[in-house]
């Protein structure tokens, strides 16, 4: 396994991490617990669950795994979305009693999914809860998991309070999020990168996406997770596992690997630009909307439908993901704005249109 640096930490990730946001048998908590031994055993060192991952159950999963684990082998990573700083501490003692774990290694900040609520959890005394626990050793180091424009997030990154971020960041969507790499490495920060499959779109599309592939990637899968590990500024990338072939795959995809060099990423990134002509590449030039419409999230999200999936997927990926509902879509007053900048020249009135319509069941 290869480990990256941790940003200022003086700890070392693997390159390949675990999520633990969904299994495929929710209530087998021994099953799942024997998929993060099998990641331990591969050298995979940091777990990343949160208190309402699968269906609440996902820390009891870690704590089951954790106890036949060295403590001195493994980081463990968890969340709080409170912005009550009182709410955020009785969430902390709560995952500390569950996964039977006396300090959280990198604790976040949860899910800031908008730039109003940044400030939202400083004033309400979250992340100044956060930073005391650091003190008393409870948490090891704050971080924050954000779904917000790379400006956004270098705006929250050069206020120095985090000693990491976990963003989005993928073969799709990296133009949306390039600079709050950069940022991240100005300011010498862990960054762990959540959804490098494309929240699951590169695995179910391989065929379409296989362009994507390079000579010595054994599967296009492979090759997106080699993409995120190349970035300098990227310590690892956190892959929702539910099965053991697919640790293997992952930690097959780096093993012995040689990062790929500027010259292949800028190939790939001329792959993308012509390969994905009518999908969202997330490169927020569409924003602002005079209305307040989300529209790279809702463009993201009907992604999820171009690439071959339902309605019920983009109305999934909405809800779990960015927070919004599918009437998110309604506020459209169709001034057509956003379409004149889109870089990608979508149809994005129609497709809100669609969006408005999709009934959550
Ligand atoms: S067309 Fe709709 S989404 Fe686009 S800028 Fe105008 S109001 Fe906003
Ligand atoms: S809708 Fe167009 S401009 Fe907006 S983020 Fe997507 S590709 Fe970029």
């Known amino acids: 396994m290869w480990y990256k640096p941790y940003g200022r930490t003086g700890k070392k990730i693997s390159v390949v991490s675990f999520g633990g946001m969904r299994f495929d048998n929710p209530d087998d908590i021994d099953a799942n617990a024997e998929l993060l031994l099998h990641a331990h055993a591969q050298g995979i060192n940091y777990f990343d669950t949160a208190p309402g991952y699968n269906a609440g159950k996902s820390e009891e999963v870690f704590a089951a795994a954790f106890k036949q684990m060295p403590r001195d082998s493994f980081y463990c990573s968890t969340k709080s979305g ?51 626990a650091r003190e008393e050793g409870l948490v090891g180091h704050v971080a924050a998991s954000l779904h917000l424009s790379g400006r956004e997030i270098c705006e929250i990154v050069r206020e120095g309070l985090l000693e990491g971020i976990t963003v989005g960041y993928n073969m799709l969507n990296f133009p949306f999020r390039s600079s709050a790499l950069e940022c991240a490495a100005e300011m010498n920060m862990g960054v762990v990168t959540m959804n490098p499959l494309g929240g699951g779109l590169i695995p179910n599309d391989a065929g379409r996406l296989d362009f994507l592939r390079g000579s010595g990637d054994r599967s296009v899968v492979e090759a997106a997770i080699r993409f995120n590990v190349s970035h300098p500024a990227i310590t690892s990338a956190l892959v929702g596992f539910t099965t053991k072939r697919h640790i293997d795959e992952a930690v097959a ?10 010259g292949h990423i800028e190939n790939l990134k001329s792959k993308i630009d012509e390969g994905f002509d009518n999908l969202c590449t997330q490169c927020g030039y569409c924003l602002p909307c005079p209305e307040g419409v989300e529209i790279s999230k809702l463009m993201e999200a009907y992604n999820h439908k171009i690439l071959g999936q339902g309605d019920q997927d983009i109305v999934n990926r909405l809800n779990w993901h960015w927070g919004l509902m599918p009437e998110a879509a309604a506020a459209c007053v169709e001034c057509g704005q956003c379409e004149g900048k889109c870089t990608q020249h979508l149809p994005i009135i129609e497709r809100l249109k669609h969006i408005a319509g999709l009934k959550v069941k």
């Open 82 to 132: 409170k912005s009550d700083g009182g709410q955020l501490r009785a969430d902390l003692e709560k995952s500390l009693r569950r996964m039977n774990v006396e300090k959280i290694d990198f604790f976040h900040i949860w899910c800031i999914t908008s730039a109003d609520q940044w400030p939202r959890r400083k004033a309400g005394g979250a992340v100044a809860a956060a930073l005391k």
């Open 253 to 262: 995809a780096v093993e012995d690997f040689q990062p790929y060099d500027a």
